[in-house]
């Protein structure tokens, strides 16, 4: 496994590709478990458009390479001076169990680190248990939920309460 930095066009598009997958794929999830739903188009749109958002030196943005085959994405988000945030991590299906996740995840956290952040937090719908087991493994702890969470751009307001109850709230102090 090999983590790439997405920028070119090449990079770009397999990120689209990727991201694309994912958010349909959690956007399913969330329907079907949560009863939640949310613009995954206009999150895509903003993923990959928004040059302040994952991309240097605000954030990071990388995907997996098997092979020759691009596997998963990942993003690192800068909150504000001292807090970043983990985005988007994705492996799919057939390139799970072998570390990848792991891989992408130490990346993301040693970027924050260099970037001068002292924490990084995430938010993840409760039914994604296996995620969940990998950001407690590396240290990360539940949080109460919080009111300023970035899928209030993508998802009618009257639903967020609904959506806060769906999700799990996790940070890691870095050290």
Known sequence: ME???VGDDATTAAARRLLGEYLSWVA???????????????????????????????GRFYLL???????????????????????????????????????????????????????????SLKSLAAAHALYRSVGFVELPPHDDSGMRHYQDEAALDAYRDSAVFMALRLG
């Open 65 to 123: 390479r098997d092979a020759q085959a691009f596997v998963g994405v990942g993003a690192l988000q800068r909150i504000d001076a001292i807090t970043a945030e983990i985005q988007r991590m994705y492996v799919q299906p057939a390139s799970r169990g072998h570390g990848a996740a792991r891989l992408l995840l130490r990346r993301l956290l040693d970027d924050a680190r260099a970037m001068g952040c002292d924490a990084v937090r995430l938010e």
């Open 28 to 58: 399913g999830v969330a329907a079907e478990r949560h009863g939640l739903a949310f613009d995954t188009e206009a999150m895509l749109v903003s993923d990959i458009g928004d040059r302040s958002k994952f991309y240097a030196p605000h």
């Open 3 to 5: 983590l790439v930095p």
